[in-house]
């Protein structure tokens, strides 16, 4: 029992954890926070939390680096940090949280799609793990399609009876006028895409390098230059850079901390207990978390397109995490096979062996 609820646990705690980054980061760029300057602020806590475990953790496993690693790990850290990062909370500003957490599940439709051209993952039109994910991924282009562009009337669901001060003073004066449905939501979208790309080369990272803390670190701390080169190329004013109101040192400490140290360990756990498939089922929780306190503590209002779209793009993330699973266990019965057939060829020809020397014993006995 014990086996099955901390794993559990860390997730939803993940989950919690994500959805706080979404609610607080929001805050503080409807504050005036510069989302290159969180993304930056955020890399630099992140890359502090991380390397004494990268140090401590990989003293003596870490392998040598080299030119091809360390270039992949740059990649890693453009694909994976900058870009998406970047894009997904100038994304999150000209959105909601909500819309925000909803277009996270196309990721792996997008990994996907991506994935074919450097055949990572095969079509199988033929086969139902392929028609699952193939469904799945049109379910999830169409819910992003459908959340992006269509809006509907507002679902009426009542009103919170929770009255954050400080959340509605930041929301009634920023939100609205941040607030663009067309390029918060495709902003989103280039995130997903490039998340995805860096999944394809994190995979040969973690193939050549098996230090993930370390390499980890180094990731964020790639990132942290990136970033401030980026922020400062956008806004020269060094009053862009500072962390007051306090709300804007509590999200960038937060996301840090939280969402890329504490949620990385977690993450790393549960795969090595329960595998990468565990993991990616919880993601509609997030959305669901999100959506509820968005609503109780921001006051946002959903829509009919935000509702749709989003049970859609649930509907096909888990049509290809079942597709992947499948596909995953037919590869994996298929090498048992392998082996029981080469065991018993093995054990048939070391028979056979046996069979013949007795025979040739038993003639030398009588002869």
């Known amino acids: 029992m014990e086996g099955d609820f901390l794993p559990f646990l860390a997730m939803v705690i993940v989950q919690f954890g994500y959805a706080g980054m979404n609610i607080i980061s929001k805050l503080a760029m409807d504050s005036g926070m510069n989302p290159f300057v969180h993304v930056a602020y955020r890399q630099v806590f992140a890359t502090v939390a991380i390397a004494p475990f990268a140090y401590f953790m990989e003293r003596k496993t870490r392998p040598k680096m080299t030119l091809s690693i360390f270039f992949h790990i740059f990649l890693c850290s453009i694909f994976g940090v900058t870009v998406n990062q970047i894009?997904?909370?100038?994304?999150?500003?000209?959105?909601?949280?909500?819309?925000?957490?909803?277009?996270?599940?196309?990721?792996?439709?997008?990994?996907?799609?991506?994935?074919?051209?450097?055949?990572?993952?095969?079509?199988?039109?033929k086969s139902k793990a392929g028609q699952a994910k193939i469904l799945g991924t049109i379910l999830c282009v169409g819910g992003a399609l459908l959340l992006s562009f269509y809006h509907g009337s507002v679902v009426n669901i009542g009103e919170s009876s929770i009255h954050w001060n400080y959340a509605h003073k930041t929301g009634t004066s920023n939100s609205i006028n941040h607030v663009n449905l067309i390029l918060g939501p495709f902003l989103l979208i280039v995130s997903a895409v490039s998340w995805a790309v860096w999944l394809i080369i994190q995979t040969r990272v973690s193939q050549k390098y098996a230090a993930p803390y370390s390499s980890s670190a180094l990731m964020c701390l790639m990132a942290s230059v990136q970033c401030v080169i980026v922020g400062f190329s956008f806004d020269h004013n060094l009053s862009a850079w500072s962390l007051s109101p306090s709300i804007r040192i509590v999200s960038s400490v937060y996301a840090g901390i939280v969402c890329s140290a504490l949620a990385f360990c977690l993450m790393s756990?549960?795969?090595?207990?329960?595998?990468?498939?565990?993991?990616?089922?919880?993601?509609?929780?997030?959305?669901?978390?999100?959506?509820?306190?968005?609503?109780?503590?921001?006051?946002?209002?959903?829509?009919?397109?935000?509702?749709?779209?989003?049970?859609?793009?649930?509907?096909?993330?888990?049509?290809?995490?079942?597709?992947?699973?499948?596909?995953?266990?037919?590869?994996?019965?298929?090498?048992?096979?392998?082996?029981?057939?080469?065991?018993?060829?093995?054990?048939?020809?070391?028979?056979?062996?046996?069979q013949s020397k007795s025979g040739i014993d038993a003639f030398h006995v009588t002869s």
């Open 87 to 125: 894009t997904y909370f100038v994304g999150l500003k000209n959105s909601t949280p909500t819309i925000a957490c909803a277009l996270t599940n196309i990721n792996p439709a997008v990994t996907f799609i991506m994935a074919l051209p450097f055949r990572l993952e095969k079509l199988g039109m």
């Open 269 to 354: 756990w549960c795969i090595e207990r329960k595998g990468p498939l565990y993991v990616s089922v919880f993601s509609p929780l997030l959305l669901v978390i999100v959506a509820v306190l968005s609503w109780a503590l921001l006051e946002e209002k959903l829509y009919v397109g935000t509702v749709a779209g989003s049970v859609l793009i649930v509907l096909g993330l888990y049509g290809v995490l079942w597709g992947k699973n499948r596909e995953m266990r037919s590869i994996y019965h298929g090498e048992e096979v392998d082996k029981a057939a080469q065991t018993t060829a093995y054990d048939l020809e070391s028979l056979s062996s046996h």
